[in-house]
C-alpha cells in the first residue's frame, strides 16, 4: 500500500479538508503516478454535496487528472516512469461487452468504474479521485499527454473537453457543418474550442448580448441572442447540431427550430427530467434531442492528440488544493472563466 494525502469531505455539508489515505499496491496492470494538476468539475461539488445521492464518504473529488508516472506494474507495456499521463472520469469497466469492445467504455454494459466514488471492481473499495498526491490506475484508462500542450491547462480536456468532443465526433463535425453551442460555461467554451479547431462553423447562442466579447477570444464565428425574435427566426434550420451544454432545466422549444431537417440537438449538460417540449419541430422536420456521456478512452485519446496538434486548451484558473471551497462558491454562482484548475503541488506531505 501507498500512503498519500488529499482533500476529502467527510460529509455532505463538511467543506473538503485534508485527508490521508491509502492506495492500493500496485497490481501488474497499473500506473502510478504524481498527481501535477486537477480540474474542478461541477460534478464534483455535487458529489461531495451528495446533491445526486449515493455518495459514499469520505469522497475524494477529482476526475481531470494530468501526472507523471513514478511507476508502473510488470505487465504494463506503453508507459514508463517519467511519461506525462492522462486519467479522465473513468478508471474501469468490464472489458469484455460490446460497447467496451466498441471503445464505449462509458457505455459499458456491466456500468464503468468511475474515477471516484464507485466500488473497484478488485477489491470493492470506494475509489479516490485526483484531488490527492498520488494516484493508480490499470494502463487501460491511463492516456498519454501530447508534450507540447501546457500541462496547467490540460486537465479540463479530461471531462469538460471529451464530453464535448464524442457528441461533436459522433455528428460528424467537420468542415461544412454548422455547430451551435447553448450555455457558456466549462463545458461550453470547450464545445466552442473543439468545434472550431474541427473546421466546424461555430455559433455562441446565448440569452443576451453580454458574452458577445468572450465569444470572440473563443474564436466563434457567430453569435445569436436567444432572447431576439427575429434573430432567431432568421436562424431557423441553420443547424446540423446544436450542443447544449446548460445544466439545469431548461425550455428546448426556443432551440429546435434553429435545427436543419435531421439536425439533432445533443444535452450534455443536465442530467434529470426535461421541460415539456413540443413534438411539432421534431416531426416536421425529423429533428433529434439526444443526449451524450463524456467518451472512450481511445476517444479521449484521439481528442488529447487532436488538442497537441492544434493547441486547443481550456481557459483556466490555477487554484491552490486550499482554496477549493471558495472555488466550489464561485462555481455556483458561474463566477469562472472557465474552469478551475488546481496545481496539486500546494498539497504539502506531513
Ligand atoms: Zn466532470
Ligand atoms: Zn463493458
Known amino acids: 500500500m501507498m500512503k498519500t494525502i488529499g482533500y476529502a469531505a467527510t460529509s455532505c455539508d463538511a467543506p473538503l479538508k485534508p485527508f490521508s489515505f491509502e492506495r492500493r499496491a500496485l497490481r501488474h496492470n497499473d500506473v502510478a503516478m504524481e498527481v501535477l ?5 461541477h460534478s464534483d461539488l455535487h458529489q461531495a454535496r451528495n446533491d445526486w445521492g449515493g455518495s459514499v464518504y469520505p469522497i475524494v473529488p477529482g476526475h481531470e ?33 460490446d460497447q467496451c469492445d466498441k471503445g464505449n467504455e462509458q457505455y459499458c454494459r456491466e ?41 496547467s491547462r490540460a486537465a479540463p480536456l479530461l471531462c469538460a473537453g ?22 457558456l460555461g466549462g463545458l461550453g467554451h470547450m464545445a466552442v474550442k473543439l468545434a472550431v479547431g474541427m473546421g466546424a462553423e461555430v455559433t455562441i447562442i446565448s440569452r443576451s448580448d453580454k458574452k458577445r466579447t468572450d465569444a470572440e477570444e473563443l474564436k466563434a464565428h457567430k453569435y445569436l441572442v436567444s432572447s431576439d425574435e427575429s434573430a432567431m427566426q432568421k436562424a431557423a434550420n441553420h443547424f446540423d447540431v ?3 451544454t446548460v445544466p439545469y432545466k ?31 419541430p421534431l416531426v416536421m422536420g425529423r429533428r433529434r434531442v439526444a443526449g451524450s456521456l463524456i467518451g472512450g478512452i481511445a476517444e479521449t485519446q484521439e481528442m488529447l492528440n487532436l488538442c497537441g496538434e492544434k493547441n486547443i486548451l481550456p481557459d483556466c484558473e490555477i487554484i491552490k488544493i486550499e482554496d477549493i471551497n471558495e472555488a466550489y462558491e464561485r462555481l455556483e454562482r458561474g463566477d469562472v472563466h472557465y474552469r478551475f484548475v488546481i496545481d496539486m503541488s500546494s498539497l504539502k506531505n506531513d
Open 37 to 41: 494538476y486537477c480540474g474542478v468539475c
Open 65 to 97: 487528472i494530468i501526472g507523471r508516472v513514478t511507476e508502473t506494474g510488470p505487465d504494463v507495456k506503453r508507459f514508463k516512469q517519467g511519461d506525462i499521463v492522462a486519467i479522465g472520469c473513468m478508471v474501469d469497466s468490464c472489458q469484455h461487452c
Open 111 to 151: 456500468g464503468n468504474t468511475q474515477t471516484y466514488n464507485s466500488p473497484d471492481r478488485i477489491d470493492g473499495q470506494n475509489t479516490y479521485g485526483g484531488y490527492s498526491k498520488h494516484m493508480i490506475a490499470r494502463e487501460e484508462f491511463v492516456l498519454h499527454v501530447p508534450k507540447n500542450l501546457d500541462l
Open 162 to 183: 471529451i464530453t464535448t468532443y464524442s457528441p461533436l465526433r459522433a455528428w460528424n463535425v467537420g468542415p461544412g457543418k454548422k455547430v451551435g453551442v447553448i450555455g
Open 242 to 244: 446544436i450542443i447544449d
Open 250 to 280: 431548461h425550455d428546448l422549444d426556443p432551440y429546435l427550430p434553429l435545427l436543419d431537417v435531421d439536425g439533432s440537438l445533443v444535452i450534455v449538460g443536465q442530467i434529470g427530467p426535461l421541460a415539456e417540449t413540443s413534438s411539432v
